[in-house]
């Protein structure tokens, strides 16, 4: 299976929700990926004071939640090497263990705006193409922002057209904390985890 093309979503995943997949299907149609790697960060650098949920329950709702796709895929690679998570030191890994491959990492318009801070961003766009998915509420990239943003760099920007939705974890999490139904936010196995484990609670 050399030399295909894969789509990588990040995150912390907690939990994984239906805006997830929607966008990982999306964009694996779109650009005709041969599947997308769900990639669970062990600790995300933008949010350092946040108590993030335990890997042991993140990796087990993944898990949970792609199945029964088979052009998804869990990728523990950040989740095994612990600490705090960098996008550049996981693609560096993956372009060692797949060399025949090429990536392509899915990020929200909002993530893709913060793309300059992170670490080694020059590096990451050497390493993999960005496809930017559409967010609820946050305006689309202006169309000279990656050559303003990434001389040099502007054709590793692909805009993937997907409903906005308004999905988002923190959210789903203040639900549960607050006794209120996730039911059509998550999928049902995610939302029977939940609750057995007493995750947000």
């Known amino acids: 299976m050399s030399g295909q093309r894969w789509g990588i979503l990040g995150g912390t995943f907690d939990p994984p ?4 997949l929607l966008i990982a299907q999306q964009t694996r149609e779109s650009l005709d990926l041969a599947g997308v790697l769900f990639m669970p960060a062990a600790q995300p650098p ?3 004071d946040r108590v ?3 890997p042991v329950h993140r990796r087990s709702m993944v898990e949970l939640a792609i199945k029964g796709n088979p052009g998804f895929a869990l990728l ?3 989740l095994d090497r612990g600490g705090t998570s960098y996008t550049v030191d996981s693609l560096e890994a993956l372009t060692r263990s797949m060399p025949a491959d090429r990536f392509v990492l899915i990020v929200s318009v909002e993530a893709a705006r913060q793309l300059p801070q992170w670490r080694e961003p020059g590096r990451i766009l050497e390493l993999a193409e960005v496809a930017v998915v559409p967010r609820l509420g946050y305006p689309p990239l202006e169309p000279d922002w990656p050559a303003r943003e990434f001389p040099g760099f502007e054709n590793r920007f692909l805009q993937v057209d997907s409903p906005s939705l308004g999905h988002s974890a923190s959210d789903i999490r203040a639900r549960v904390a607050n006794g209120r139904s996730i039911r059509y936010l998550v999928p049902p196995a995610v939302e029977d985890y939940i609750g057995r484990y007493r995750l947000y609670r």
Do not use: A, N, Q, R
């Open 76 to 78: 523990t690679i950040e």
């Open 46 to 48: 933008h949010k350092p």
């Open 52 to 54: 993030i949920g335990s």
């Open 17 to 20: 929700h239906y805006g997830h």
